[in-house]
């Protein structure tokens, strides 16, 4: 029982730090990820339904660039169905594993 008890705590001591870095703040740019099953333009979708702007492109299908004056950009990225929303500063030096960010849109 104890074994479980510590791994949690273990778990959540390595997890925590990790989702604060990620967790997107009010109006700065966010990478929108959305379900690889639904198709190159669904973030574009979600990031219309939740009243934000496009920047460009992820870099990867199902990937955006965007931005939102409003502070519950996030969350409605998430009601709408994104899977991932992260703050742009946070993965900028993944470029190079996950592709340009140079690109279009699909």
């Given amino acids: 029982m104890s074994r479980f008890l510590a791994l949690g705590f273990g778990t959540v001591a390595l997890l925590t730090p ?12 966010v990478l929108v990820v959305a379900s690889p099953f639904a198709g190159g333009k669904d973030a574009v979708r979600l990031v219309a339904e939740a ?33 991932l929303v992260v703050r742009v500063q946070a993965v900028e ?3 190079r594993l996950f592709g340009s960010t140079d690109g279009d849109i699909s």
């Fill in 93 to 95: 030096g993944c470029g």
């Fill in 18 to 29: 990790l989702a604060l870095a990620l967790a997107p703040a009010s109006r700065e740019p």
């Fill in 51 to 83: 009243d934000g702007a496009i920047i460009r492109g992820g870099g990867r299908p199902g990937t955006v660039l965007a931005r939102s004056d409003d502070p519950g950009f996030a969350r409605r990225l998430y009601a709408a169905g994104a899977w």
